[in-house]
């Protein structure tokens, strides 16, 4: 059977550990070649590279810290050099914004540091990440990224997140605009509460999981895959007639009054 991104390069970036890793294993298992970025843990990015291998894809790892100014170039220097190596030109097909961080930290406890972090993180490597992507990304590319549904229905634990998450919406309607032209689709995919390291204070509690569900439609808490299949989908040629558009994967949170 026949993969729906064979031949296709992508770049996954916070790749290491939950949605990002599961994003970057689906992607691989539809046969593209995937970056996997990492911030911190080059062990998780090597990990996440040695499965999609013995699972008989490809990927290589790639760092840069997000939190640093230069970011984006960075990252891309690392990019350039492993595909030209390996395709002898530094072009590719997808790019995933998925990094991110969430502290749970409340509008009276946030300070200037840690605003800055989650700025610097959640919209300012975005930005320039994918300023330098579009550079070389090919025509009829695919650019998604991770938002929230916090931008639809706001959490106050985290209120710097919560408001630091709806610039990405913003911008994808943007960009959708002006590079469609050349067939490229810009969408972002609003994840609700998934079972990863970040949720972990939710999900690891029967409290917390029934807070989650008795928000959600559907009865149980999202997994890293039911994000990525979405962000597959978004990826492949299946889609593309969808731009500039917010995917809610929250399992149907907060519906109705």
Known sequence: MSKSLAGKIAVVTGAS????????????????????????????ADEVVAKIKASGGDAFAV????TKKGAAQALFAGVDQELKQ????????????????????????????VFDE?????????????QEAVKRLKDNGRIISTSSGVVRTPLPAVAAYSMLKAPLDNLAKSLAVELG???????????????????????????????????????????????????AFLAS???RWIT???????????LTF
């Open 17 to 44: 550990r939950g949605i990002g890793r599961s994003i970057a294993e689906t992607l691989a298992a539809e046969g593209a070649l995937v970056a996997v970025h990492y911030g911190k843990s080059k062990a998780g």
């Open 244 to 254: 500039g558009q917010t995917v809610d994967v929250t399992g149907g949170s907060v």
């Open 63 to 66: 760092g840069a810290d997000l």
């Open 181 to 231: 032209p050349r067939g490229i689709t810009v969408n972002t995919v609003a994840p609700g509460v998934i079972n990863t390291d970040m949720a972990a204070d939710f999900v690891s509690n029967p409290e917390g999981q029934a807070f989650a569900i008795g928000k959600q439609a559907l009865k149980r808490i999202g997994q890293p895959e039911d994000v990525a299949d979405v962000v």
């Open 86 to 113: 390996r395709t002898g030109d530094t072009r590719f097909d997808i790019l995933v914004n998925n990094a991110g961080i969430a502290p749970f930290v409340g509008f009276n406890e946030t300070t200037e540091d």
């Open 118 to 130: 989650i700025y610097n993180v959640n919209v300012k490597s975005l930005f320039f990440i994918t």
């Open 237 to 239: 040629s299946k889609s």
